[in-house]
């Protein structure tokens, strides 16, 4: 052909290649492009909420080390609010004044800040019933309880005879407790110093207080806990068997291990009195007991997650210092001979896998911190021994913790969203300084390959996320107060009583845009109570009172009263105004607190 | 339609029980929108035929601004049950009565529950004039003197303001259109009762001989 052609055939042809793969090229790239652009209009759509709409979900994740709870709407990732639970937000009133319920609470247990890690949801009949939500302090050894009617703090315990709070979960499917584990070994009892006597305890929590019910010991470092369906077993992954207090000595072992903890048996324990009482606290020391209480079955190496499948008939362990993930069958543990032979299976599925969630149509997605990545797998296929048994990998951005799949917890997991709780996020948002935020990820697993949709991202640092949908828990948050509380201020009622010597009451109502007195005299040194209602009646018409140079701020929600008491230290004028943007004469909505001075 | 009886006390028993809706429902309503009072949250003033109900708190607190008079004490509303009563009761007269004095109370029932329409609507004008225009104390911002619509919508600085019959003023129109129907019905009846002297005057001008 070339010699057909001859040379100047030979130029014509390589001109015509080049063409031709240019124009191919170029094809084949705006082919992409277009592809590209298209899969980025696709993701859009899905976690674009129009305007006025609501997202499909609550998301709660935890604050870390910012005390608190946030929550965001999902798919939208937009941050609705967060809920102050170990930390004083002015804002809304918590915790900012000594006198104050949130106050007392806080400083009766421990520090004015936190480390919030797990949050969980109640459950009725094995799903969500949008009562309330716990999480942890792992820094103060603190469990609390919110309300979901108001997402306001009603209750926070510290749990004796645990340092590193850490595992929390529900016990299934009627909350029958909140089990807490304490993750690192100190004394039991504490007090002193005495290394010889570390331990750990799961502790056993009534869910209102919540305080502990009762405690079981543990073997080593108790990591991540979650409960059977059926409400009879307590799980929790364990490592540091070695019982060291050292990295090189905590990871000498290959094996660690999940504890199973039989509910059952260790309520007979504690009725047949096979307890020791702790700090107060009754204690089980599982070596001890009539009936078996513990069983530990090994997992390679230094585990992490502990995750019941929605069906409950697996626990699973994911090995972080090993590539697998070890599938435990349930129904098996107190029948086999040894508890190694409950596991059903121990799948490889990449480096660092830290936990493990689920979609309800018998696939677990697994993260994997080394690998940056959330991998997809069969679980049946994984039991079966079959080599096929992984379905699909993400790429995460960067280093992936806890993942949630929406409901996943629940015996009804959604299967349509994921959430990938990344603790590194690098070059992903605008800098902001060495701090960087945390990155939380957002993949559809509503198909057979997962598609990473969004990326959003939040205060330091969210551990782990729980999930409500809307439709469930909005019809059950209170906007507007009812029932006005047995103290409420009503319109016309504002008034000064001296009730002592030195001591003042000032009952004051809110309304747009007026406090009920305009001004009011107390002399130097009066102890000053004030009570104030917020009068409204219309939603989203909060008022606050702040105090200048008493360092006081009161937030009340339509139809709140709260009260505070201070010494009036300083004379003078003293300005009280609100501090909520209520109305056209927000700016106005003030008075004036006079302080006679001792020589007036 | 002579000897309609049955059909006739039908009639004034419906409007026995509508003017009962009247009594009880709200005669005339008010709805105000604004971008915060959007949707379910749109505020609304109800008149009964004796009192009013709604969102008057919120009215009140935003009265500040305008610096509208509301009356405390409305005779309207002190005379609306018993004039409604008595609207009852000879309604129900009418129905327990037959011939002549039936059609004269339904007539009558008609000529006051028309007057008390002109009335009612000629005084809730006068209302809601004095509303917008006798701003009894000063208010906090500058707001133009105005009318709400005694039927319709209009927009009052960014409240569009929409007013309404209710269910009870829709109750007493129809009771009133009963009650004028019954009248009309019987009204043939009163006509065969002076038969014979119709009779002889036809007679006398030999009308019938022809």
Known sequence: MTRFLGRRGGWATSLSVLVAATTLLSGATLCMATEQKAEIAANARQVYVPVGEWDKYYAFLSGGQSGSVLVYGLPSGRLIRSIPVYEPRAAYGYANIPGSDSYKRLKRTGAFWGDTHHPILSETHGDYDGRWLWINDKANSRVARIDLSHFETVAIENIPNLQGTHGIAVVSPDTSYIIVNGEFRAEIPEGLLKPDAYGSVMAFLDPESPAPRFEVLMPGNADINDSSKDGRWAFTTIYNLEKGVTIEEMIRRDEDAIAAINIPAAEA???????????????????????????????????????????????????????????????????????????????????????????????????????????KWNIAKAVAGDPTYI???????????????????????????????????????????????????????????????????????????????????????????????????????????????????????????????????????????????????????????????????????????????????????????????????????RGRMLVEGENA | MRNDHIGVRVLLAAAVGLLLVALRAPIWTTRLEAPQYHGEEALHVRVYAGHISGDLHELETLNQYIGVTIPTDIVELRVGPWLLGAFLMLALFALLSSEVRQHRAAALLLVLMVLSVVGAAASAEYRLYALGHDRGHTPFARVEDFTPPLLGTTKIENFEVSTALAPGGLAYLGALLLAGTAAWLTREKRTSLRAPEFDQQMKREGVLDG
């Open chain 1, 269 to 375: 324990a504690i009725e047949r009195g096979e307890f020791q009482t702790v700090d107060g606290v009754k204690v089980i020391d599982p070596a001890k007991t009539t009936k078996q209480v513990l069983y530990l079955v090994p997992v390679p190496k230094n585990p992490h997650g502990c995750d019941v499948t929605p069906d409950g008939k697996y626990v699973m362990g994911s090995g972080k210092l090993s590539p697998t993930v070890t599938i435990i069958d349930i129904a098996k543990l107190d029948k086999v001979e040894h508890p190694r032979d409950a596991i059903a299976g121990q799948p490889e599925v990449g480096l660092g896998p830290l936990h493990t969630t689920f979609d309800g149509r018998g696939n677990a997605y697994t993260s994997l911190f080394v690998d940056s990545q959330i991998v």
């Open chain 1, 391 to 589: 379905v699909d990998r993400v790429d995460i951005h960067y280093n992936v913790g806890h993942t949630q799949a929406v409901l996943a917890e629940t015996m009804h997991p959604s299967g349509d969203y994921l959430l990938s709780l990344n603790k590194l996020s690098k070059d992903m948002f605008l800098p902001v300084g060495p701090t960087m935020p945390e990155n939380q990820e957002l993949i559809d697993i509503s198909g057979k390959t997962m598609h990473l949709l969004s990326s959003f991202p939040a205060e330091p640092e969210p551990h782990d996320a729980v999930f409500m949908r809307a439709t469930d828990l909005a019809p059950k948050v209170v906007q507007v107060e009812k029932e006005p509380q047995p103290n409420a201020i009503k319109e016309g009622e504002s008034r000064i009583e001296r009730v002592g010597p030195h001591e003042v009451h000032v009952y004051m109502t809110a309304i747009r845009s007026k406090f009920g007195l305009p001004s009011f005299t107390v002399k130097e040194g009066d102890k000053v109570t004030i009570t104030l209602t917020n009068i409204e009646t219309l939603r989203d018409m909060s008022h606050g009172f702040a105090l200048d140079r008493y360092g006081i701020n009161i937030a009340l929600d339509p139809g709140q009263t709260k009260e505070i008491t201070f010494v009036a230290d300083k004379p003078g004028t003293f300005w009280y105004y609100c501090t909520w943007f209520c109305s056209a004469l927000h700016l106005e909505m």
